[in-house]
Each structure stands twice: as C-alpha cells, then as structure tokens.
T-cell receptor
Framework: GAVVSQHPSWVICKSGTSVKIECRSL??????MFWYRQFPKQSLMLMAT?????????EQGVEKDKFLINHASLTLSTLTVTSAHPEDSSFYIC????????????FGPGTRLTVL | AQSVTQLDSHVSVSEGTPVLLRCNYS??????LFWYVQHPNKGLQLLLK??????LVKGINGFEAEFKKSETSFHLTKPSAHMSDAAEYFC???????????FGAGTRLAVHP
C-alpha cells in the first residue's frame, strides 16, 4: 500500500516551453501533497505544499508563477514548470500524506527534467 | 529552531562489515524520526520510523536505529553491509505541527568488495 507515482519519469524540453509533471497516490487519498526539488548530491528542498481544493503554499524563494501547482483531487497533484530554462533542470520529487495527523510522507519515484 | 544533522556526508565500508550512519536532532519536544534511503535517480523509500513506541526500531533490509533522548541521536545501523546498500540516506523529522519534513543533508554510503 501507500504507493505514489509520478509521470513522466524523465522529460527533455526546449527552453521557453512548459512542462507538466503529475503526481498520483495510487491506493490512498492524499489530503496533502508536497513538491520537492533536488539538485545533484544535495538533499531535498521543499518547494510547495498543496492541499486538495485550495491554493498551494509556496516556500520562500519559490516563484509561484513559475511553478504552478494544482491539486484538483485527493489522488492527483500536478506541477507545471512554465517557460522552462536550463536552470530549471533538476530532479523533482512529490510526496503525499494521508492527513495532518499522520506525519509520514510517501514519496514518488521522481521526475528528471532537462531543459535544453 | 528544529534541525536534523547528519554527521557524515560520506561513509565507506567493506561488504560484510557493520554500517553506522549518524544523525542528531534538536527539538524542544519528543519528535518522530525517520530514515529514508534513495538509490540513484529514484525516489525516497522509508527504511524505518520512530514514533515513541520503542526506542530500538527495526526497519527493512536489516537496518535498525536507536532513539537516544539523552544524546538527541537516532543513528542508523546494520550488522553487515551488502553491495545493494550503496545509496544516499536521509534522516528526517517532522516540523512542529507536522506540516513539513525537515531533512538532514544526507549521507552517501559506499560499499566496496
């Protein structure tokens, strides 16, 4: 149980285009989903927290107009990188939590984004 | 402020020898604590978690960790390393209010023959 999937697992795009990454909880309903970014050989950096049906809460320094997050249902959250540039190339990981009383997060396998 | 400190950025062991990955936390309250493992280009997999039920926690793949409040530590151990244990390991604690996770910087474990 508690499986989280991400799609795509990797994507290559041209500079200036937008890329959408999906995060799904496969066998549970996730009231909260989280999006992280990970640079090579570094720890995870929380980008934003999204609750189903409400606006995402972005961490300081993360551009909300650049990284659009939608959490339309209890099993799906999407991250759209708008007008991507090479500096947006990174490993993006999502996680999901059942509810606030459970502090464990279940992580997706990650999406490798490369912007040319 | 709450924090998680992993004392070693790299650990290298021989196959079959014990593994020790060190983690210290600072918190004004009794925390939950987790150890996650990340293989290259993969997501994070939960190894084990401490939730105050027992101070010695057994996880998957032969790993265990002991919560020591007096030392504010939660070190990860394994009696005998396998080549497949080579990965990045993260010690993690929930922030107060449980809305975020606080990650350690990670420890890269190398296992050589």
């Amino acid at each position: 149980g508690a499986v989280v999937s991400q799609h795509p697992s990797w994507v290559i795009c041209k500079s200036g285009t937008s890329v959408k990454i999906e995060c799904r909880s496969l066998d549970f309903q996730a009231t909260t989903m989280f999006w992280y970014r990970q640079f090579p050989k570094q720890s995870l950096m929380l980008m934003a927290t999204s609750n189903e049906g409400s606006k995402a809460t972005y961490e300081q320094g993360v551009e909300k107009d650049k990284f659009l997050i939608n959490h339309a249902s209890l099993t799906l959250s999407t991250l759209t990188v708008t007008s991507a540039h090479p500096e947006d190339s990174s490993f993006y990981i999502c996680s999901a939590r059942v509810d606030k009383g459970h502090n464990e997060q279940f992580f997706g396998p990650g999406t490798r984004l490369t912007v040319l | 402020a709450q924090s998680v400190t992993q004392l070693d950025s790299h650990v290298s062991v021989s196959e079959g020898t014990p593994v020790l990955l060190r983690c210290n936390y600072s918190s004004s309250y009794s925390p939950s604590l987790f150890w996650y493992v990340q293989h290259p280009n993969k997501g994070l997999q939960l190894l084990l978690k401490y939730t105050s039920a027992a101070t010695l926690v057994k996880g998957i793949n032969g790993f265990e960790a002991e919560f020591k409040k007096s030392e504010t530590s939660f070190h990860l151990t394994k009696p005998s390393a396998h080549m497949s244990d080579a990965a990045e390991y993260f010690c993690v604690a929930p922030a107060r209010g449980y809305n975020k996770l606080i990650f350690g910087a990670g420890t890269r474990l190398a296992v050589h023959p």
